[in-house]
């Protein structure tokens, strides 16, 4: 299949839990590798196969095919204990994890106290807290930032780590205790159970770069898989009620180490509708019993919370957005039969704010800004579209849905997934 494109990303265009799981599970069958670029167990991809059901967080979806490589890169913050947890999960599930899973040795580590600052700091926020997922992502990431982060590679020096340990411990036990009247935590504690940490994951730890670089030279198929979605980054979403990393494209670059001239196609995974879990804005939320029915028909709780996600309708704006920031290729449309049963479907196709029409999400977007969305109303098409596998099944009006989407978001949508499981997938290209 030399015609195909060597490596490809697969990002979320949305606010996350768009689906990326199935469809990296999916395609990943014509590539060697499968790496992550940003982002830690906040993410939580769910795949099914041979009626079983794979909870991911950190570790790429491509673990559970035993010849794929995976790798978590630079651009990760991981809780080693988390990490340790999956894996064993996964095991125990019967996935093999041996050489096949690869650390980065300068993604940078998730400590107890980050952890601990996210929750607190989010219970002071009161009203304007995030919604975070309370795993310690951006307090990681501030450590990052800051320059006394605490990365992989530092749990193979054992004096390296002692140090830097007890010097973050030191300043976030302050902030922990005088700030917010927190326990605090014991560096030492720490320092143990990170060495033994380190014991058990220091034979996956690799310089990332070199490594997926050298698979790229070669002509080893790389596949770029993203967690959460374009409107959580930090720089293009709707800040601050985003996540602390890039979640774009972009992040690929700088989160593995490889040039962008390597990514030879970018697939945004969308819903076929719009959900959020977390603060702020959302202009197509619906609050009533029509979001109700999507929460319930589309199983809309969070992997890793468990909390009930905010639904809508399709925004086209964000599906713009995402295609302009991240130069889409092809959309994959994800829980198309999830709208079976409606009488009518709407889709956004702008907002009205402050009189001003846009047909992308505003820069400026803030949860209090007074989206007025304009509609494109549907008729519904009333009948099951679950489990089909060609586009010439699908109701007629299923079929306007799909193309209006590509019309208007001047994308190709080229796979359409129409219930969990991989066989329920309708691919569209040769
Ligand atoms: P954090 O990444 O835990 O800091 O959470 C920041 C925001 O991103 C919150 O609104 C979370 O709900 C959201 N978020 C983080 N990870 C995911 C995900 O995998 N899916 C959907 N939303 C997410």
């Known amino acids: 299949m030399t015609d195909r494109p060597r490596n490809v990303a697969v990002i979320g265009a949305q606010w996350g839990d768009e689906g990326k799981g199935k469809i990296v599970d999916l395609l990943c069958e014509d ?115 800051g320059r006394y982060g605490i990365r992989i590679a530092d749990l193979l020096d054992p004096d390296v780590l002692r140090q830097k340990i007890e010097f973050t411990c030191a300043e976030r036990n302050a902030v922990l205790r005088d700030v917010y009247k927190r326990d605090t935590f014991d560096p030492k504690k720490l320092y143990d159970d990170y060495l033994r940490f380190a014991e058990q994951l220091a034979p996956r730890i690799i310089n990332g770069t070199v490594w997926i670089n050298e698979q790229i030279r070669a002509g080893k198929r790389v596949m770029f898989e993203g967690a959460q979605g374009m409107m959580l980054d930090i720089d293009h979403g709707t800040y601050p009620f985003v996540t602390s990393s890039n979640t774009v494209v972009g992040g690929v670059c700088t989160g593995l180490g490889v040039a962008p001239k390597h990514i030879h196609e970018v697939i945004g995974v969308a819903k076929a509708y719009t959900t959020r879990v977390g603060g702020g804005a959302f202009p197509t939320e619906l609050n009533d019993a029509m979001g109700e029915h999507l929460r319930k028909r589309g199983n809309e709780f969070g992997t890793v919370t468990g909390r009930p996600r905010r639904t809508g309708w399709l925004d086209l704006a964000v599906l713009r957005t995402a295609s302009t920031i991240n130069g889409l290729d092809a959309i994959a449309l994800t829980k198309l039969d999830v709208l079976d049963e409606f009488e009518e479907i709407r889709i956004c196709t702008a907002y009205k704010v402050h009189g001003k029409t846009w047909n992308t999400f505003p820069a400026f977007a803030v949860a209090h800004h007074d989206y007025q969305p304009e509609y494109k109303t549907f008729k519904g098409w009333k009948s099951s579209t679950a489990g089909m596998t060609t586009f010439e099944e699908l109701p007629a009006e299923a079929k306007d849905y799909v193309r209006f989407i590509e019309d208007e978001t001047e994308t190709r949508v080229t796979i359409i997934s129409t219930g969990p499981r991989r066989e329920e997938t309708i691919l569209r290209r040769s």
Request: aromatic residues 6%.
């Open 31 to 145: 590539f060697d590798v499968v790496a992550r670029y940003q982002g830690g167990h906040n993410a939580g991809h769910t795949v099914k196969f041979a009626d079983k059901h794979f909870a991911l967080r950190l570790i790429p979806s491509g673990i559970i095919h035993p010849q794929k490589l995976c790798l978590l890169g630079n651009g990760m913050v991981i809780d080693p204990e988390a990490l340790l947890e999956e894996i064993a999960n996964l095991r125990a599930a019967g996935v093999v994890i041996e050489e096949n899973l690869l650390i980065s040795d300068s993604a940078h580590c998730i400590l107890p106290y980050h952890k601990a600052l996210d929750l607190a700091r989010e219970e002071a926020a009161g009203t304007a807290k995030i919604g975070t997922t309370g795993r310690g992502i951006g307090p990681a990431y501030e450590s990052k930032a």
